[in-house]
């Protein structure tokens, strides 16, 4: 209904999406949609480096290291009739509880849409070295089927996932092989490494040797048919269009382009 809040406590929720934020580590703890009985899919800051021990399976390797995402609070930054957003602020502890970094994490979702925006900044960066597909801090998600097939976006194609590097900055969509077909979609913004790590896992590198960027964003959307159209709006950035319209019509609303094909991309 359009007068709930869209944030309550560590909560977000519209017309699609239910988020929580875990109280205790600032990740996303839960998203899924009003119909769904479990998470679909859950969210954390991790930092890996090459002393890990190896995993004998590789689901186990979603356990390598001892990192600890740590928040000192979580707290509402904005509710109102177009949007809610928690942001949570923390730190990034290594396997021996010192700290590697400091984050703010804020996650917005907007009324009447099913992509979630998180975006992340991060202060007090320890150095990175050594290879930066062992050695990292990152994003990492979780699903709860291990059987969901994995694609990523290369120049606006689909093409399935079939090794443990990924390199794609447009998407990576996770998605069941059931008749239901539901899906997870990443929008990474630009971010071209990830690394699945285990079936239920994946990496999405934000540190590594030699990189001093401190500000990233992405989007997570679910059941999206078309993973090219979900992430056009996070890379769009907003734009003045001026149109005269029919006084006779008496029309408060209409369309500035509209084509019946979803699949088709205008630009």
């Keep these: 209904p359009l007068n709930l809040p869209l944030a309550i406590e560590n909560r977000l929720h519209n017309e699609y999406l239910e988020l929580t934020i ?18 679909r899919i859950s969210q954390r800051l991790v930092h890996c480096c090459s002393e890990d021990p190896p995993a004998a399976d590789d689901d186990l390797d979603i356990y390598s290291g001892s990192s600890q995402m740590k928040a000192d609070c979580v707290e509402i930054t904005r509710c109102d009739q177009y949007a809610g957003v928690l942001t949570s602020t923390g730190v990034i502890l290594d396997g021996e509880d010192q700290p590697v970094a400091r984050f703010t994490q804020s996650v917005t979702l907007y009324r009447g849409a099913r992509d979630v925006i998180v975006d ?7 150095p990175v070295s050594g290879d930066p597909w062992r050695n990292y801090i990152a994003s990492r998600i979780m699903w709860g089927d291990s059987s969901m097939n994995l694609h990523y976006g290369s120049n ?20 069941e092989v059931s008749a239901d077909r539901r899906s997870i979609t990443l929008s990474p913004c630009g971010l071209p490494c990830h690394r699945r790590i285990a079936d239920r896992a994946l990496d999405t590198l934000l540190i590594g040797s030699g990189e001093t960027s401190a500000n990233f964003r992405f989007t997570l959307c679910l059941d999206t048919s078309f ?3 979900s992430i056009l709006g996070p890379l769009t950035p907003p734009g003045d269009c001026t149109t005269e319209v029919s006084s006779t019509s008496g029309s408060q609303h209409g369309w500035f382009l ?8 205008v630009s």
């Design 22 to 39: 875990n109280g205790s580590t600032g990740g996303i703890q839960s998203i899924k949609s009003h119909r769904d009985r479990t998470t």
């Design 120 to 126: 992340l900044q991060l202060e007090d960066v320890s």
């Design 156 to 175: 606006w194609l689909g093409l399935p996932v079939t090794g443990r590097y990924i390199e794609s900055g447009e998407w990576i969509d996770i998605r």
């Design 227 to 229: 993973p090219m159209k």
């Design 258 to 265: 509209h084509t019946s094909a979803e699949n088709v991309l």
